[in-house]
Each structure stands twice: as C-alpha cells, then as structure tokens.
Nanobody
Framework: QVQLIESGGGLVQAGGSLRLSCAAS????????MGWFRQAPGKEREFVAA????????DSADSVKGRFTISRDNAKNTVYLQMNNLNPEDTAVYYC???????????????????WGQGTQVTVSS
C-alpha cells in the first residue's frame, strides 16, 4: 500500500516562505520520479515542479521558476518543495505525486503519476 503524506502547509504573508514535505512509503521511493501539483479554488490542478527518480534533473512551471525548488532525500523517502517569495496567487492545495513507472525523467503530466497525497493547504495573504 503506497502512501504519500504531505506536511508543511499553512498561512503565510506575501513575500514569505514555506517548505512542504512529502513522505512516501510502500514502494521503493528512489526508483520513481516525484512531482508537486496544486489546485486553487475553481481552477484545475496544475503542475508545479518535478524531479527525476535519480534527482539528477528537475522541471518547474514558469510561474514558480526562481522561487520554488524541488528536492528529494532518498534516505528519508521524502520529497520537498521549498517555496520562497510567495504571493497570493500561490494559494492552493498542494499535492505530491509519485510516477507510474520507475526510472522516469521529471514529467508535467498528471496521467504519468498514479499515487497522490491527500494535499496540504497553502494560503498566502496580501
């Protein structure tokens, strides 16, 4: 049984920072690419950032480039999303996801992931 458990969300003022964590269990974590997505009220889920199974390559959405950084610690079976210089448009529920197939490069497509966390709320006040 694969489980992904996010933590680290909360309320922060514009310009502030948060670090999200996603702890994985039930699968060989370091064989799989990991991604972060978000969904704001009334909007579709959108890609935020992803990292390859090895950690050697990453991808991120243009809207977060230079502000958000994805990383992983395979010894802790955990992927992180460091979010700096947050703005109100970043308010959303953030989800981590694990790729469907092993040894993948980072991917932006939700269908390439088959395990999802329950989400953690990030609220940025102006």
């Amino acid at each position: 049984q694969v489980q992904l458990i996010e933590s680290g969300g909360g309320l922060v003022q514009a310009g502030g920072s948060l670090r999200l964590s996603c702890a994985a269990s039930g699968r060989t974590f370091n064989n799989y690419a990991m991604g972060w997505f978000r969904q704001a009220p009334g909007k579709e889920r959108e890609f935020v950032a992803a990292m390859s199974w090895s950690g050697g390559s990453t991808d991120s959405a243009d809207s977060v480039k230079g502000r958000f950084t994805i990383s992983r610690d395979n010894a802790k079976n955990t992927v992180y999303l460091q979010m700096n210089n947050l703005n109100p448009e970043d308010t959303a529920v953030y989800y981590c996801a694990m790729s469907r197939l092993p040894w993948r490069a980072p991917t932006r497509f939700p269908d390439d992931y088959n395990y999802w966390g329950q989400g953690t709320q990030v609220t940025v006040s102006s």
